[in-house]
């Protein structure tokens, strides 16, 4: 699974790195078109390659030409060249009727890279980290079973849940699953759904699944902001966290190691949730209120800034981008973070329901058999005795 993380991960830097702005080469001679572009940058360009297209992009707004106003007509002194440079790099001073930079910026260039990454490798990469994740918990099923309740039920039950918690809990789960599959729908429908129910049923479900996705975030956002603040206490590091992780939780051996009301694995699940449902449900603001909401341009100037772009390899970070290339940014970060999540919480799912006996009566009745609460969070049943007055039995 982490294989899968990195790389689906490093497709991020990969795809940041194409629009990262690379140490500068030796200038090549552009004397003979008097320092415009020539065929062979075109061609390269062609071939993808990365140009440092500096001598384009700051040789703009600079005509000696007389300017819009004045009297030599509509283009002034300037040449045509100079203004679509102006348009093509978002210089130009254009005036539309509705307002917002997005309505004045005519010309961007990454569309086509955005397609091409959400159409590849994102649905690529992001299906196999899915069904591989999917296939290890099966092989995980098959080689250790069904984690059982090792002692003796006691039949007596302890309060694990409170109504208000586990409220908060099917609200955060219900929510994710419908956004996860409805995320699901709009970025692989096209792909797998027409081809099995047409175009006209895609149509109709692809709106549905957008007008779903839309508004079942906020109960998401809701449910994430109730799980913090009821949960975090109990979610913050501590030293039994370090035995718990040496031993594996004693997930592939026999024994128990000690934890309290929630085990090192489970704040790395409830960290996650709440770090990447928070980077998700960012990103997706920003896509509901299109060009509204710009994050990345600071966010690179950030990274840049703290040297963790050059750290991370990808050189400086341009840090001036198209409202376009903001929201293109925001979907596939969106995306690649919700893919991680959706691994993470499969593997939850997993535990929480038939990988281990007795763990789902948690967020069912809020109920757990004494002896699986001592199995396997025995510093917090002793908590919870020594608050009652009672104790510790052994
Ligand atoms: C739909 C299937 C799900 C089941 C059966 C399930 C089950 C459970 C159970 C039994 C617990 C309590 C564990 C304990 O008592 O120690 C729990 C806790 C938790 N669940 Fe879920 N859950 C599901 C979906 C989700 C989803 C979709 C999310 C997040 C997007 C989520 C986030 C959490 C978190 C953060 C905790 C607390 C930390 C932890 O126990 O790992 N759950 N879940």
Redesign the pocket.
Known sequence: MLRVLLVSLLSVFLFTSATAQDAPEAVPDRSATGGAQTLEDILARQRGETLDDGFRRDDTGNADGAGISDQLGTLGGASDSELWRALRYDTADVTASNSGHAATTLVQDGGMRWLSFREGPLVTYGGYLLLGTLGLLALFFLIRGRIRIDGEKTGRTIE??KAIERFG??L???S??LL?ITGLISLMGRKFLIPMFGHESFAFIATGSKWVHNNVSWA?MLALIM?FVM?VVH?LPSRTDINWLLKGGGLLTKGHPPAK???A???L??WS??VF?TSISLTGLSLLFPFEMPMFAATFEKMNAWGISSLLGLGELRTTLAPHEEMQYAQLWHAIVSFV?MAI?LA??Y???IGMEG??????SGQ?EEQWARE??SLWVEEVKAKEGAAPAE
């Open positions: 694990r849940f809990h099917w955060l789960a219900g994710f699953i996860g998401f799980i949960w979610n009301k929630f085990n694995g489970q704040k699940i409830f949730v709440i449902g999540l919480v939850h799912i535990i929480g329901s763990a789902y009566d948690a967020m069912g757990v396997h969070h």
